[in-house]
């Protein structure tokens, strides 16, 4: 046996909101459409902050929250596909701006969507072998740079924030099983990168992406209890990546899941990729509807394509 547990969680949004309303100025649509089809009223945006500052701000938060010195830990990794900088890292930021010891081992890892799920499983490997066994895994994203404001099917769904976790290895954890995949395809959701003249851009074919995601987030659940040997009872929380309230809502049906055992924040948040999922745990510990001893499942999808789910615990 050897595994992780959630010490401590944080997250930060930039205060700037943009609304639907906000919306119906730019392009030809409607707060109905939008909360109709999508379950989001506003999205955080950043004006002045940096990609950089809002991974302090969640980072900061998790290790007090966690009461964990930066000195204690002995990685930091960041899931995340919109940095500041392709180099440095947004890890090696975090680094310098938490002042974590010179020898932690940062670096970034884009999962998209399913980034924080790939960064948990990578922290709990990585911390096996590491002389600190304290971790922090941050997700974070600035979607708003790279909306493409022409096309009305995908500026209206993403938004900013940054969700950090301070994880813990031990010999007498539990693993958390992570269940990570993904079907290379390059053509119906992503951002352009180095292979495009222009500057980069979301694109998405949201019709086949939203089939995609009913089918991957029901076959997640299914094979990640039988891998830990359990069942949908044996969950005290449900976390899904926040990407559409009918995507959830469809699982929730299928499971029967109450309502106490799931919480949705796309209303506030809009579809925020990698940061979403911490940033709905740490939203949960803060109220106190998850702490010591919860078992959390937690299941992502996204560009990629790639899915993911865990089955973690809170320490
Ligand atoms: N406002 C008003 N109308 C809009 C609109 C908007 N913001 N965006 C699209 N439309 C229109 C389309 O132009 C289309 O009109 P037409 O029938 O006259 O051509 C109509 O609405 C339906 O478009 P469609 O793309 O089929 O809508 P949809 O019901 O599939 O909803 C999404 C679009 C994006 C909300 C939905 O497909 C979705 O959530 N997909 C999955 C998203 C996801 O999970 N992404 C992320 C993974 S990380």
């Not at 050897?2 to 969680?9: A, Q």
């Not at 020898?103 to 911390?127: I, K, P, Q, R, Y």
């Not at 740079?145 to 924030?161: E, H, S, Y």
């Not at 899941?257 to 510990?285: C, D, M, Q």
Request: charged share 20%.
């Amino acid at each position: 046996m050897s595994g992780i547990k959630i010490c401590g969680m944080g997250h930060y949004a930039p205060p700037k909101l943009m609304t639907n309303e906000d919306l119906t100025k730019i392009v030809d649509t409607s707060d109905e459409w939008i909360t109709t089809r999508t379950g989001i009223k506003t999205r955080h945006h950043c004006v002045e902050e940096t990609h950089a500052d809002m991974c302090r701000e969640a980072a900061r938060m998790a290790l007090k929250n966690a009461g964990v010195a930066p000195e204690e830990i002995g990685a930091c990794i960041v899931a995340t596909l919109t940095p500041d900088y392709l180099a440095p890292s947004a890890a090696c930021l975090v680094q310098r701006d938490v002042g974590l010891p010179n020898d932690t081992v940062c670096f970034d890892l884009n999962g998209a969507c399913s980034g924080f799920l790939f960064a948990m499983h990578t922290m709990e490997c990585l911390l096996a072998a590491s002389p600190r066994k304290y971790g922090l895994v941050i997700g974070a994203e600035m979607l708003s740079r790279f909306i493409n404001w022409q096309d009305r099917g995908t500026c209206v769904l993403f938004g900013d924030a940054a969700g950090a976790a301070v994880v813990e290895w031990s010999e007498e954890y539990e693993s958390i099983h992570a269940l990570l995949g993904c079907h290379g395809d390059s053509d119906m959701l992503g951002v352009t990168g180095a292979g495009h003249a222009d500057p980069p851009q979301i694109f998405m074919h949201g019709q086949p992406v939203f089939k995609f995601a009913v089918t991957a987030v029901p076959w997640c659940i299914d094979q990640v209890l039988a891998r830990n040997g359990r069942t949908v009872d044996d969950v005290d929380f449900f976390v899904f990546h926040q990407a559409n309230a009918r995507i959830i809502d469809l699982a929730v049906r299928k499971y029967r899941i109450p309502e106490e055992k799931y919480y949705k924040n796309i209303e506030r948040y809009g579809n925020t990729s990698a940061a979403s999922i911490p940033t709905v745990l740490s939203e949960l510990a803060q109220q106190g509807r998850v702490g010591s001893g919860s078992r959390v499942l937690l299941v992502g999808f996204g560009g990629g394509l790639t899915w993911g789910a865990a089955l973690v615990e809170f320490k």
